[in-house]
């Protein structure tokens, strides 16, 4: 198993990204190809060391766009310029800028401060991913498309169920990538149909990024 992240991790290196959590996305994108074209604009959440944001940002091209968030800071090094950096917490912010659902594709990579108890660390991984939901309506346009890290357990079949109700096909999938021992699971949503009766979640302040122009 060593030998096999090894090689994620060598490729990594080889490739140009800023780690190996790379390939789980491009390998997302492998089994799902229409879920993020050219000129899209799209939501990274979670996003440091922004592997995934180098990802997204080759799928779009220069007229699309990457707003990138994450508690910590991500380096602009070697970022194109459709891509757009935000330190904050993404459930506290409006990455929309006030401007309504405006992405055509939302990714997360977040994941809870692992605890060591399996358990709890599942528990608090579905709230983010409930959280994250729950700001879709805010966040992405109808027919949309999602990507999100869970960590599996009791709560994984609740969280399935309800994003089969949101979307038109809503799958997990394990990357290759991922460690065969790791219990996270990358549920992929794909029209995205808004609840019209859903409450959104309280609102936040706007998060100015100098230059965005999500469209």
Not at 122 to 139: A, K, Q, Y
Request: aromatic share 8%.
């Amino acid at each position: 198993m060593r030998e096999i992240q090894d090689h994620w991790f060598r490729e990594a290196k080889k490739e140009g990204y800023r780690s190996r959590a790379a390939f789980k996305l491009l390998q997302v994108l492998q089994k799902r190809p229409a879920l993020m074209g050219r000129g899209s604009n799209v939501l990274d959440v979670g996003a440091a060391p922004g592997s995934w944001t180098q990802v997204a940002a080759k799928a779009v091209g220069p007229r699309g766009g990457v707003y990138s968030v994450d508690l910590n800071p991500i380096s602009p090094q070697g970022l194109p310029d459709q891509v757009r950096l935000v330190t904050a917490d993404a459930l506290q912010i409006d990455p929309t800028e006030g401007q309504g659902p405006v992405f055509d594709v939302v990714l997360s990579d977040m994941a809870p401060a692992t605890s060591g108890h399996p358990s709890t660390d599942h528990l608090r991984s579905v709230n983010l991913c409930n959280s994250l939901l729950d700001r879709l309506i805010l966040w992405l346009r109808p027919g949309g498309n999602l990507v999100m890290k869970v960590f599996e357990g009791s709560e994984y079949p609740a969280l399935l169920a309800r994003g089969n109700a949101g979307f038109k096909r809503f799958k997990g999938f394990k990357p290759q990538a991922s460690r065969a021992e790791s219990v996270e699971m990358f549920l992929i949503g794909e029209g995205f149909v808004p609840d019209p009766d859903q409450a959104p979640p309280e609102s936040v302040a706007p998060r100015r990024s100098r230059g965005w122009n999500p469209g």
